[in-house]
């Protein structure tokens, strides 16, 4: 006779075994019909340009329509809670940007938990901020930059797309490595940063090569730093904030795809080799570069490891620097 606990663990094995077949079976088929591309952010903005050039590469690639769907508010959480709740079938993911793991490490109030309702499918691009003044600042580099701002205490004000975003934390990250003090001003999205840059109404900002390279050549702003770990072959001149006299300091506003927990991981596995394959390749990449942006293509795996590191590195910073955000 068969012990109770032997064919107990059998038919554990042969459902398991059934469920990976059937999930196996549901990633060769996979697209069978269009997939939903949520993107957080309004149409034009740079989460909307990324998802759009790689839904349709995607869809060249399958011969299924991949369709945009901006899906915006909240900062960007409502689409995100969308695909957290969606049918995990993997015909609804998500693009997010950093911005998303700063919600995640400082707003105890999401509908959704990061780690637990979703999951990493692949990081799409890389990109930097720059660090720029109003030609007014007295300062050429970032070095003279922390110097003016520790003899001139609270008498610059730094302006960012809303508290708690990327670039409020990238502002707070420079004055608390800086040993400095710098006034915070949020607006409602970054071009109105820059609008009051160039008024002279706030002296220090943080945005994104494509969106001030004008300003920059007509002298209007002037670029003091990028926040990538390395220069940019898009502005070689401008050297890196950590080698420009913060060691350490380092911020990207990446880009990256996602979806529901639950979504079989052989779906995930197909899903994120295509993404990389779509982001590497060569017109992608240009296109992406032109826009400032680095095609990155990880695993799932490494994504997810890359989100966990940023929500950890942006928790470190509000409890350091005493940030109150909500």
């Not at 490595?177 to 710098?182: A, D, I, P, S, Y």
């Not at 300091?249 to 795809?257: F, I, K, L, M, R």
């Not at 695993?299 to 590191?309: E, G, K, L, V, W």
């Amino acid at each position: 006779m068969i012990p109770k606990q032997m064919v107990a663990g059998l038919l554990s094995t042969l459902i398991l075994g059934s469920v990976a077949a059937a999930h196996a079976a549901d990633a060769d088929n996979y697209p069978s019909r269009p997939i939903r591309f949520l993107v957080p952010f309004v149409a034009g903005a740079g989460t909307d340009i990324t998802a759009r050039t790689i839904a349709a590469k995607l869809t060249e690639r399958w011969g299924q329509q991949v369709v945009a769907d901006n899906r915006t508010g909240a900062a960007g959480t409502i689409a995100v809670d969308l695909t957290a709740k969606s049918v995990p079938d993997g015909y609804t993911i998500c693009l997010i940007s950093a911005s998303h793991s700063v919600n995640a490490a400082t707003n105890p109030r999401l509908p959704y938990d990061f780690t637990k309702d979703l999951q990493a499918v692949s990081q799409a691009t890389s990109l930097f901020y720059v660090v720029y003044v109003n030609p007014s600042v007295p300062a050429k580099s970032i070095k003279e930059l922390i110097a003016y701002a520790q003899a001139n205490p609270g008498k610059l004000n730094f302006g960012s797309s809303g508290t708690g975003g990327l670039q409020h934390l990238a502002g707070e990250m420079l004055v608390h490595m800086g040993k400095m003090q710098m006034v915070h001003i949020p607006y409602k999205g970054g071009a109105a940063v820059i609008i009051d840059a160039l008024a002279g109404n706030i002296q220090v900002g943080f945005g994104t090569f494509l969106s001030l390279r004008t300003h920059f050549n007509a002298g209007k702003l002037r670029p003091l730093a990028i926040t990538a770990s390395k220069r940019s072959p898009i502005a070689a001149d401008v050297p890196t904030v950590a080698e420009a006299g913060v060691p350490g300091y380092e911020v990207d506003q990446w880009y990256g795809v996602i979806t529901s927990a639950k979504v079989p991981r052989p779906i995930v596995e197909k899903l994120s080799a295509a993404i990389a394959e779509a982001v590497k390749s060569p017109e992608t990449a240009k296109r992406l570069s032109a826009e400032g942006s680095t095609p990155v293509g990880s695993t799932p795996q490494q994504f997810s490891a890359h989100i966990d590191a940023e929500v950890s590195k942006w928790r470190a910073l509000v409890k350091s620097a005493g940030l109150v955000l909500h």
